[in-house]
């Protein structure tokens, strides 16, 4: 069993450290996949985040930008099975816009590493399209080879046609630091390949695509060429994403309470820039003096989420053979 692991696991999906002993204002510290923290300095073949966080301003559990920004954002939710009963009706009564479902997921036990749809994923589906919710979907890999990588876009396809959804479907590869996991001992290359052959098969079938990843897959996992080229769904938990690279969605807490989700559930924002066309629903902007001050707490993660800020599979019952 892997025990502080974990934790040290958590802290890397959501700390971003200044290095004040490098001269390079840009060094930062970031744990690897070895639980190690490491000097990283951005790779100038990325391509950067363009959202300037200073015009985006949180009041409650929604965010806001200043008047004038150049880029406008909506509030939004991922959810499985384990949010358990969902009124869509209340959430988007409330303000959030766009949901992002588990479509499946892997179990990461040795012995199975079966691949299962998200048992309330249909039923979720309808009352989200029918409460005029924007629609993505989201498949949480443990993929140790070409086969299962193209199992799980298989699983899409079966599924769903492109006009089914309004948003990406993301691919979730994750490490899991609490438990043995059959992922432990695959390489980085074959994440990455793993991630451009699920990519290659879903666009074929004419859906969009988008890659789920924290700091530690930015930095330590995927190659310059994928992060360039795969939208990116960054998750951190924290006042505000410190990505140097580029994002279009920014999951910023893994465990918040909110009215019309039984349980605990995953927040989201959607960066739009001024100027696109990309949601038809109205989106409000604040004037900065009508957010009186910068909150500042930390989401606390919970510890019943996964390493990577998306819930994981097998937490229910704790075996890691299933």
Request: contains cysteine.
């Amino acid at each position: 069993m892997k025990s502080t692991a974990f934790l040290f696991a958590l802290a890397a999906s959501v700390l971003f450290f200044s290095c004040s002993s490098c001269p390079e204002k840009d060094c930062l510290h970031i744990y690897n996949r070895q639980i190690e923290k490491q000097h990283v300095h951005p790779d100038p073949a990325v391509a950067k985040n363009t959202f300037d966080t200073k015009w985006l301003k949180k009041k409650g559990e929604f965010y806001y930008t200043k008047k004038g920004a150049p880029y406008k954002v909506v509030n939004g939710v991922d959810i499985s099975r384990h949010q358990g009963e969902v009124d869509f009706e209340l959430l988007k009564k409330n303000g959030y816009e766009f949901v992002i479902l588990r479509l499946a997921y892997r179990r990461y036990g040795y012995e199975s590493g079966n691949l299962v749809k998200d048992e309330n994923f249909d039923r979720y589906y309808e009352d989200a399209k029918k409460a005029g919710f924007k629609i993505g979907v989201y498949v949480y890999s443990q993929a140790i080879n070409d086969e299962e990588a193209l199992e799980e876009a298989k699983i899409v396809i079966d599924n769903l046609t492109p006009d089914m959804l309004d948003l990406p479907v993301v691919y979730d590869p994750e490490f899991v630091f609490y438990d043995e996991a059959r992922t432990d001992e695959v390489a980085e290359e074959v994440f990455c390949r793993n991630t451009e052959l699920f990519f290659d098969e879903v666009e074929k079938a004419g859906f969009k695509t988008m890659l789920y990843a924290n700091l530690m897959w930015k930095f330590f996992v995927f190659t310059p060429e994928i992060l360039n080229k795969y939208e990116m769904w960054f998750a951190q938990y924290s006042k505000k994403p410190t990505s140097p690279y580029k994002y279009t969605f920014w999951q910023y807490s893994g465990g918040s309470k909110i009215d019309g989700v039984e349980k605990p559930c995953d927040m989201n924002v959607w960066f739009i820039p001024m100027g696109k066309e990309a949601v038809e629903a109205p989106v409000k902007q604040v004037e900065q003096n009508e957010v009186s001050a910068e909150i500042v707490e930390q989401v606390q993660v919970q510890p019943m989420q996964g390493s990577d800020g998306i819930q994981t599979e097998e937490q229910e019952t704790q075996d890691s053979s299933l």
